[in-house]
């Protein structure tokens, strides 16, 4: 499988893993030693500023932090629009990119969303859940990532992959209750 860094995971009915159920995943990082990717849409309650007040002025809405994955809750990681030039920066997709909280210059970049913690996959892993239809793959629009809407992200990447999987969008949370 080819890296698949500035695409979408989108989680499939039959993603049981209750960490990404019903999630959006952007892959930031994928090759022979693993992936690493950041969960959209799960904001939390925290406002950007309670924690990196430097960061506020540039958060993007909802200006807090979302739940990036649960792996290291307790690193802060950013994602933001700026260019090659800017110190600490990793480019993703279109302008987006990692960029270092502690180091980054906040004056230098555009918007920014910071998450709490990432998720991860070791070598293989990522492949094998894609196989196994745990994901759907998107590529992502650079304004998934900051969209002010983050609970239509999986709405509009579904429908965006068109085939068979915006019917996935109406797909119920428990289909036994149906």
């Known amino acids: 499988m080819s890296s698949l860094v500035g695409m979408l995971l989108v989680a499939t009915p039959v993603m049981e893993d209750p960490n990404f159920a ?8 994928h090759d022979e030693d693993g992936a690493v990717g950041l969960v959209l849409d799960r904001p939390t309650e925290i406002p950007v500023g309670e924690h990196l007040p430097q ?16 792996v290291q809750l307790d690193v802060a990681i950013g994602l933001a629009d700026a260019d090659a030039s800017v110190e600490g920066w990793t480019h993703v997709v279109g302008t ?8 980054g210059d906040p004056v230098t970049t555009g918007r920014v969303r910071v998450f709490a913690g990432y998720t991860g996959w070791s070598p293989g892993q990522l492949e ?51």
């Open 96 to 103: 987006a990119g990692l960029i270092d909280l502690e180091d």
């Open 128 to 178: 094998g859940e894609v196989a196994g239809l745990d994901w759907i793959v998107v590529p992502a629009h650079p304004d998934d990532l900051f969209d002010p809407d983050p609970d239509g992200i999986r709405r509009r990447a579904l429908l965006r992959k068109g085939g068979m999987f915006p019917a996935y969008v109406h797909y119920p949370e428990d289909p036994g209750l149906n």
């Open 55 to 70: 960061w506020a002025p540039h958060a993007a809405t909802p200006p807090v932090v979302f739940l990036g994955g649960p």
């Open 22 to 29: 019903h999630s959006v995943v952007l892959v930031c990082a």
